[in-house]
């Protein structure tokens, strides 16, 4: 009897678990999608090279929506148990709340250990990656991609215009280059015909230009024009890709711990690493957080039903975060350690879901449980006015 039960609480929280991962996943990615429309209509990226910039992104929204999903899951799961009277059933057989933990702990050491091998494995992977194809696909092929009479600001630190470009020869007549890559001496080019040379090799592109002029502010009053017949504008993208390469999320963990054991001066980058260590295992404990702390709401919400649950969730999810964040921001000002921090949110969440699964167990109202109703109900109904007044 008790696998059996083990077995249907499993299989109650596992099929609203992977909807939630569906729906979340598209949610998050629909927030990319224009930026990826644009990449396929405007730069003519291939499908292909988008489906791979698709896949590299997955780790980041996997970090979020494991847990989302999970914490959903439970909550639809145990409030569809309450309002359907199986709860009240399973209590007079003997079945009391501690005996509906095991299938649920389970399920969150599952998504605990994903979750942990997002932030260890997957997401240096993907970000790194996504950060070399997207110079590859986007950057590469932006040399030879210049729109016609359009400001173009695909190449790093330069505006290009051009009155006309050919796309098979690569050949570009009525010039205007505003190149800001050095701040003081800052210089607007003109030329009348030129031709783009695009080297992959070298990450490196060459605008060879003819019969132009380089104009340049001199000192706070002075101006200098240079006249050229034939001049070569060299623009290494490699080196702009450098600047940004250098970031904490692009580290395995390996490289964080080799890292953070060598001696260095005090850095914002190393406090970065430092909380970085500390995230990638203190954001997939959130899975354990949510079984305690779920439990107990779900089966307070029988009243609310599955919009209860929704709601609980979304209230839950979003205190969480921001707590996580509040922990970030405590660490950035020094208050702090991040191995103290960045941790703070999970046990205070733990602690409170402890003591709401004792009260659940004796039977006793939760705290604040007719506020959040009362509260879900007046937000259902203004959505439902906003709908029938639009």
Same mark, same amino acid.
């Given at each position: 009897?008790?696998?059996?039960?083990?077995?249907?609480?499993?299989?109650?929280? +596992?099929?609203?678990?992977?909807?939630? *991962?569906?729906? =979340?996943?598209?949610?998050?990615?629909?927030?990319?999608?224009?930026?990826?429309?644009?990449?396929?209509?405007?730069?003519?990226?291939? =499908?292909?090279?988008?489906?791979?910039?698709?896949?590299?992104?997955?780790?980041?929204?996997?970090?979020?929506?494991?847990? *989302?999903?999970?914490?959903?899951?439970?909550?639809?799961?145990?409030?569809?148990?309450?309002?359907?009277?199986?709860?009240?059933?399973?209590?007079?057989? /003997?079945?009391?709340?501690?005996?509906?933990?095991?299938?649920?702990?389970?399920? +969150?050491?599952?998504?605990?250990?994903?979750?942990?091998?997002?932030?260890?494995?997957?997401?240096?992977?993907?970000?790194?990656?996504?950060?070399?194809?997207?110079?590859?696909?986007?950057?590469?092929?932006?040399?030879?991609?210049?729109?016609?009479?359009?400001?173009?600001?695909?190449?790093?630190?330069?505006?290009?215009?051009?009155?006309?470009?050919?796309?098979?020869?690569?050949?570009?007549? /009525?010039?205007?280059?505003?190149?800001?890559?050095?701040?003081?001496?800052?210089?607007?080019?003109?030329?009348?015909?030129?031709?783009?040379?695009?080297?992959?090799?070298?990450?490196?592109?060459?605008?060879?230009?003819?019969?132009?002029?380089?104009?340049?502010?001199?000192?706070?009053?002075?101006?200098?024009?240079?006249?050229?017949?034939?001049?070569?504008?060299?623009?290494?993208?490699?080196?702009?890709?450098?600047?940004?390469?250098?970031?904490?999320?692009?580290?395995?963990?390996?490289?964080? *711990?080799?890292?953070?054991?060598?001696?260095?001066?005090?850095?914002?980058?190393?406090?970065?690493?430092?909380?970085?260590?500390?995230?990638?295992?203190?954001?997939?404990?959130?899975?354990?957080?949510?079984?305690?702390?779920?439990?107990?709401? /779900?089966?307070?919400?029988?009243?609310?039903?599955?919009? /209860?649950?929704?709601?609980?969730?979304? =209230?839950?999810?979003?205190?969480?975060?921001?707590?996580?964040?509040?922990?970030?921001?405590?660490?950035?000002?020094?208050?702090?350690?991040?191995?103290?921090?960045?941790?703070?949110?999970?046990?205070?969440?733990?602690?409170?879901?402890?003591?709401?699964?004792?009260?659940?167990?004796?039977?006793?109202?939760?705290?604040?449980?007719?506020?959040?109703?009362?509260?879900?109900?007046?937000?259902?109904?203004?959505?439902?006015?906003?709908?029938?007044?639009?």
């Amino acid at each position: 009897m008790t696998r059996t039960l083990y077995r249907y609480i499993f299989r109650e929280t +596992a099929v609203p678990f992977v909807l939630g *991962m569906a729906v =979340f996943t598209f949610v998050l990615l629909m927030g990319r999608l224009l930026k990826l429309a644009e990449m396929v209509f405007a730069k003519g990226v291939p =499908f292909v090279d988008v489906c791979r910039l698709i896949l590299y992104m997955l780790p980041s929204f996997l970090l979020v929506t494991i847990p *989302m999903a999970f914490l959903l899951a439970v909550l639809l799961a145990f409030g569809r148990l309450s309002s359907d009277s199986e709860i009240t059933a399973m209590k007079a057989s /003997g079945v009391g709340v501690g005996s509906l933990l095991p299938p649920v702990l389970v399920f +969150a050491v599952l998504t605990y250990l994903a979750t942990t091998f997002v932030t260890v494995y997957a997401l240096p992977w993907g970000s790194s990656s996504f950060k070399r194809f997207l110079y590859e696909v986007v950057e590469t092929r932006a040399a030879t991609s210049i729109r016609e009479k359009v400001f173009n600001d695909d190449f790093p630190g330069l505006v290009i215009y051009v009155d006309n470009y050919d796309q098979v020869n690569h050949d570009i007549y /009525g010039i205007l280059i505003q190149d800001e890559r050095n701040p003081d001496e800052q210089a607007t080019i003109f030329a009348a015909a030129g031709k783009i040379v695009a080297n992959p090799e070298t990450k490196s592109v060459r605008l060879h230009l003819e019969d132009g002029g380089i104009h340049r502010l001199a000192g706070k009053e002075g101006y200098r024009i240079v006249q050229f017949a034939s001049y070569d504008l060299n623009v290494n993208l490699q080196q702009q890709s450098k600047k940004h390469y250098l970031d904490e999320q692009d580290m395995t963990l390996g490289e964080l *711990m080799t890292y953070l054991r060598a001696p260095q001066e005090e850095t914002k980058f190393l406090r970065d690493a430092r909380i970085e260590l500390q995230k990638r295992f203190a954001l997939p404990f959130a899975c354990i957080v949510f079984a305690i702390i779920g439990i107990p709401l /779900g089966i307070h919400n029988q009243r609310s039903g599955r919009a /209860g649950g929704f709601s609980s969730g979304i =209230f839950l999810l979003l205190g969480y975060y921001i707590l996580m964040s509040g922990a970030k921001a405590v660490c950035e000002k020094g208050i702090l350690p991040p191995v103290i921090a960045m941790w703070i949110p999970n046990i205070l969440l733990t602690g409170i879901g402890i003591n709401l699964l004792l009260r659940t167990a004796s039977e006793r109202p939760l705290p604040f449980a007719g506020t959040i109703r009362e509260l879900s109900h007046r937000i259902r109904e203004f959505l439902g006015k906003a709908t029938k007044a639009s």
